[in-house]
């Protein structure tokens, strides 16, 4: 069993829909958490993280952490064909220096 | 300013020939590290460069893997005797300092081993 379990899609859903995108975890050690966007022949880019339990908002986007739960969420509002990209999640533990562990993605088509 | 670059951008190389990837991290960066993705499997820690300190190599698949970095700056990733299931993108990140968890990843490198 993998330490993060991410749903690969593909997630298609309309222009100006909620995207809701999902991980969960393992191991409680993970107490760091955070999203990627990937488009296609492109490196990572870093949406959101967060090290607390609960809701992070950035504009359209919402970062959210159960600890409790290991599971955590982005949610994505008025998605537009823009966000079409895959969403990686990625964890890091105390004390295990700086790698990321990584869900496999779940690769999300908006469409017009 | 510029971000990381990784050349070259593919590369195709027959089973057991040697090859070399590059990176050139986020200047002032002092952190680097190398990823692979592979399709299906998300991206898998390979090492992890800081500043003069001892690399963390504890994600390399096997001896026939390296990674030096030259200077506090430039990294090359060395595959040996590359295999058809070395096939992936190999990603490279840098960040700002070790306590900082947003790491830039550039491009990548994609290599088809055939």
């Known amino acids: 069993q993998k330490e993060v379990e991410q749903d690969p899609g593909p997630l298609s859903v309309p222009e100006g829909a909620i995207v809701s995108l999902n991980c969960t975890y393992s191991n409680s050690a993970f107490q760091y958490f955070m999203w990627y966007r990937q488009y296609s022949r492109k490196g990572p880019e870093l949406l959101m993280y967060t090290y607390s339990s609960g809701n992070k908002e950035d504009g359209r986007f919402t970062a959210q952490v159960d600890k409790s739960s290991k599971y955590i969420s982005l949610f994505i509002r008025d998605s537009q064909p823009s966000d079409s990209a895959t969403y990686l999640c990625a964890m890091r533990r105390t004390g295990g220096g700086n790698k990321l562990t990584f869900g496999t993605g779940t690769q999300l088509k908006v469409e017009l | 300013g510029a971000g990381v670059s990784q050349s070259p951008s593919n590369k195709v190389t027959e089973k057991g020939k040697d090859v070399e990837l590059r990176c050139d991290p986020i200047s002032g960066h002092t952190a680097l590290y190398w990823y692979r993705q592979s399709l299906g499997q998300g991206l898998e820690f390979l090492i992890y460069f800081q500043g003069n300190s001892a690399p963390d190599k504890s994600g390399l698949p096997s001896d026939r893997f390296s990674a030096e970095r030259t200077g506090g700056s430039v990294s090359t990733l060395t595959i040996q005797r590359t295999q058809q299931e070395d096939s992936a993108v190999y990603l490279c990140?840098?960040?700002?300092?070790?306590?900082?968890?947003?790491?830039?990843f550039g491009p990548g490198t994609r290599l088809t081993v055939t």
């Open positions: 990140a840098s960040s700002s300092s070790p306590s900082s968890d947003e790491q830039y």
